[in-house]
């Protein structure tokens, strides 16, 4: 059975630092793409970072290049997201996906066929 656990979302002032964790299980991180997705309220989730894990490619949205950092423990089947600078703007749950099939290469798309159930991050200003 595949399942992906995200967490260490929380409150926390503009300005600050959290680290998101997704622990994957059911499929290896050998030749896969995965990444984060964020979504508010009203909205469709949005692709913010990405990676393909066969060669290391990455992918960030313009609004959190240079803030966040995607990173993988492949022997623990364990994705990261580093964030800093945290903006009010970044408010949203956070959602970790995967492409166990490498269709998509890396591209952060929404249709990526698993998905975790969320870890809410809120940015107070």
């Known amino acids: 059975e595949v399942q992906l656990q995200a967490s260490g979302g929380g409150l926390v002032q503009a300005g600050g630092s959290l680290r998101l964790s997704c622990v994957a299980s059911?499929?290896?991180?050998?030749?896969?793409?995965i990444g984060w997705f964020r979504q508010v309220p009203g909205k469709e989730p949005e692709g913010i970072s990405c990676?393909?894990?066969?060669?290391?490619?990455?992918y960030y949205d313009d609004s959190v290049k240079g803030r966040f950092t995607i990173s993988s423990d492949n022997a623990k089947n364990t994705l990261y997201l580093q964030m800093n600078s945290l903006k009010p703007e970044d408010t949203a749950v956070y959602y970790c996906?995967?492409?166990?099939?490498?269709?998509?290469?890396?591209?952060?798309?929404?249709?990526?066929?698993?998905w975790g159930q969320g870890t809410q991050v809120t940015v107070s200003s």
């Open positions: 996906a995967a492409d166990p099939d490498n269709i998509f290469r890396g591209l952060c798309v929404r249709l990526y066929r698993e």
């Open positions: 059911g499929f290896t991180f050998d030749d896969i793409s």
């Open positions: 990676m393909r894990t066969s060669d290391g490619y990455t």
